[in-house]
């Protein structure tokens, strides 16, 4: 079984500040993460994803996360944010292995970030 | 990555009819594709698995006489809402899967009104 918790459903930052989106998984096997951005009315595009390897991913647009497992977390950071970063994150988790939940994506509840000027 | 499509982008349709919804991979030939439903400021729920060739399973609590899905070629998933009614207004997206580690290619999405 799988969950993800994204800790925040909106979060809110001034232009050129630190970005921060929480998020927490759980897994019976080895997980793959993924965070995902939607704009209104559109589907999902991939930021970032952590399968095998390094632990500090980085992704489109400046964002980056890192995978920790003793902390069950692949929180998403940016350093500065811009207007254009204004949108809906998910966090997501699949199985790294067979099973009935391979491949299979498990949303988080998604964070909408807001960028004041 | 790979280009996903939906048909139409927005329906709407009256209660008790049915519905086609359209996913097609541009560049991919997808074995696997996934259907999910997001309802208003909700994330999203996976409704099931389209396997080309063979029978889409579904998620728990997703009728499968309700909602027929069709995986005739490595491009094609059609959704077939059916007997509609208005507690099926939703957003429905579909996204397409090489397997293994890669990842999730989604579509535009599909947004259902049921008068």
């Known amino acids: 079984a799988q969950s993800v918790t994204q800790l925040g459903s909106h979060v809110s930052v001034s232009e050129g500040a630190l970005v921060l989106l929480r998020c927490n998984y759980s897994?019976?096997?080895?997980?793959?993460l993924f965070w995902y951005v939607q704009y209104p009315n559109q589907g999902l595009q991939l930021l970032l994803k952590?399968?095998?390897?390094?632990?500090l991913v980085k992704g489109i647009n400046g964002f980056e996360a890192e995978f920790k497992k003793s902390e069950t977390s692949f929180h998403l950071t940016k350093p500065s944010a811009h207007m254009s970063d204004a949108a809906e994150y998910f966090c997501a988790v699949s199985a790294a292995a067979g099973g009935t939940s391979y491949g299979k994506l498990t949303f988080g509840q998604g964070t909408i970030l807001t960028v004041h000027p | 990555g790979a280009v996903v499509s939906q048909h139409p982008s927005r329906v709407i349709c009256k209660s008790g009819t049915s519905v086609k919804i359209e996913c097609r991979s541009l560049d991919f030939q997808a074995t696997t594709m996934f259907w999910y439903r997001q309802f208003p400021k909700q994330s999203l729920m996976l409704m099931a698995t389209?396997?080309?060739?063979?029978?889409?399973?579904?998620e728990q609590g997703v009728e499968k006489d309700k909602f027929l899905i069709n995986h005739a070629s490595l491009t094609l998933s059609t959704l077939t809402v059916t007997s509609a009614h208005p507690e099926d207004s939703s957003f429905y997206i579909c996204?397409?899967?090489?397997?293994?580690?890669?990842?999730?290619?989604f579509g535009p999405g599909t947004r259902l009104t049921v008068t």
């Open positions: 897994s019976s096997v080895p997980p793959y």
């Open positions: 996204s397409v899967w090489a397997g293994g580690p890669y990842e999730q290619y």
């Open positions: 389209s396997n080309e060739g063979s029978k889409a399973t579904y």
């Open positions: 952590y399968t095998t390897g390094a632990t």
